[in-house]
């Protein structure tokens, strides 16, 4: 499974960072049971998935309470990178169950804004369809699963923008800042996805663009050095960020802020 999901494309390197060092102890702790490659072509995604089903039902053959076990290991307590494995189990299970669940599950429990997005993508990896309703914070959100994106590439071009931009201001004198800025740009378009604030991302126009870079490079800035006022207005500088602008940067770096808060253990819920 996690040789399979390391060959995925458009998964987070955070998580295919862990996936990778469970991966190396699994190997080191059980040399014997590891299973030969698989030779495969990355890019004969419809053959690897009719791998992947086979797997999974010679384990649901052999443990009726399979589905049940693996909906119940992810419907229970915070995301982490196991339960992401079982999500993505979940998309190769033929089960009327799981999509019921999956929906009831967003609707009526107080999941992170990741957690949500990382449900909606195994249910449109599932093929399921219609609207979805449910809480982030104290706003309702209604969306298509259809639409919902599986990568980030997916995205639209004036989210896919915004790293660009920060690449372009940081890649020769801090290209850390680019990398760690490009990770935390693509949690935030999946948090924040469905919501007003995402509509206020999706304005394609230079000056929002713009607005939503510079909010982005000054949020890595404070996580990596602290932050200061000279630093700050060398960032607002070099994006165009003039007076009139101000107050709008303001606000979409408050939701950085808030989002990265609430990432960290112990930041917020």
Same mark, same amino acid.
């Given at each position: 499974?996690?040789?399979?999901?390391?060959?995925?494309?458009?998964?987070? #390197?955070?998580?295919?960072? #862990?996936?990778?060092?469970?991966?190396?102890?699994? /190997?080191?702790?059980?040399?014997?049971?590891?299973?030969?490659?698989?030779?495969?072509?990355?890019?004969? #995604?419809?053959?690897?998935?009719?791998?992947?089903?086979?797997?999974?039902?010679? +384990?649901?053959?052999?443990?009726?309470?399979?589905?049940? +076990?693996?909906?119940? &290991?992810?419907?229970?307590?915070?995301?982490?990178?196991?339960?992401?494995?079982?999500?993505?189990?979940?998309?190769?299970?033929?089960?009327?169950?799981?999509?019921?669940?999956? +929906?009831?599950?967003?609707?009526?429990?107080?999941?992170?804004?990741?957690?949500?997005?990382?449900?909606?993508?195994?249910?449109?990896? /599932?093929?399921?369809?219609?609207?979805?309703?449910?809480?982030?914070?104290?706003?309702?959100?209604?969306?298509?699963?259809?639409?919902?994106?599986?990568?980030?590439?997916?995205?639209?071009?004036?989210?896919?923008?915004?790293?660009?931009?920060?690449?372009?201001?940081?890649?020769?004198?801090?290209?850390?800042? &680019?990398?760690?800025?490009?990770?935390?740009?693509?949690?935030?378009?999946?948090?924040?996805?469905?919501?007003?604030?995402?509509?206020?991302?999706?304005?394609?126009?230079?000056?929002?663009?713009?607005?939503?870079?510079?909010?982005?490079?000054?949020?890595?800035?404070?996580?990596?050095?602290?932050?200061?006022?000279?630093?700050?207005?060398?960032?607002?500088?070099?994006?165009?960020?003039?007076? #009139?602008?101000?107050?709008?940067?303001?606000?979409?770096?408050?939701?950085?802020?808030?989002?990265? +808060?609430?990432?960290?253990?112990?930041?917020?819920?």
């Amino acid at each position: 499974m996690l040789e399979f999901l390391l060959r995925c494309q458009g998964e987070s #390197e955070r998580y295919k960072d #862990e996936w990778t060092a469970l991966l190396e102890w699994m /190997r080191a702790e059980f040399p014997d049971a590891a299973a030969p490659p698989v030779e495969s072509d990355e890019e004969d #995604e419809a053959g690897e998935a009719e791998l992947m089903k086979r797997h999974i039902q010679e +384990k649901i053959e052999r443990d009726s309470d399979y589905v049940a +076990k693996t909906l119940e &290991s992810v419907t229970s307590g915070p995301l982490t990178a196991q339960k992401l494995l079982a999500l993505e189990q979940l998309t190769y299970f033929d089960h009327p169950q799981i999509d019921d669940t999956l +929906k009831r599950w967003l609707k009526t429990e107080k999941l992170h804004p990741l957690q949500q997005f990382h449900i909606l993508q195994t249910l449109k990896k /599932r093929r399921a369809s219609g609207v979805v309703e449910f809480h982030r914070g104290e706003e309702l959100v209604k969306l298509e699963i259809e639409a919902v994106p599986v990568r980030f590439e997916e995205f639209p071009p004036s989210i896919l923008t915004v790293p660009e931009r920060v690449r372009l201001q940081t890649e020769i004198n801090d290209p850390t800042v &680019s990398l760690l800025a490009e990770e935390l740009w693509e949690q935030f378009a999946m948090g924040a996805y469905g919501t007003a604030v995402y509509e206020t991302m999706l304005d394609d126009d230079d000056r929002s663009i713009d607005i939503w870079a510079a909010a982005l490079h000054q949020a890595m800035n404070d996580s990596l050095s602290g932050g200061d006022r000279s630093e700050r207005e060398a960032v607002l500088e070099a994006y165009g960020i003039t007076d #009139e602008l101000r107050f709008r940067f303001e606000q979409a770096y408050r939701h950085m802020h808030d989002f990265m +808060k609430s990432t960290t253990p112990g930041g917020g819920d």
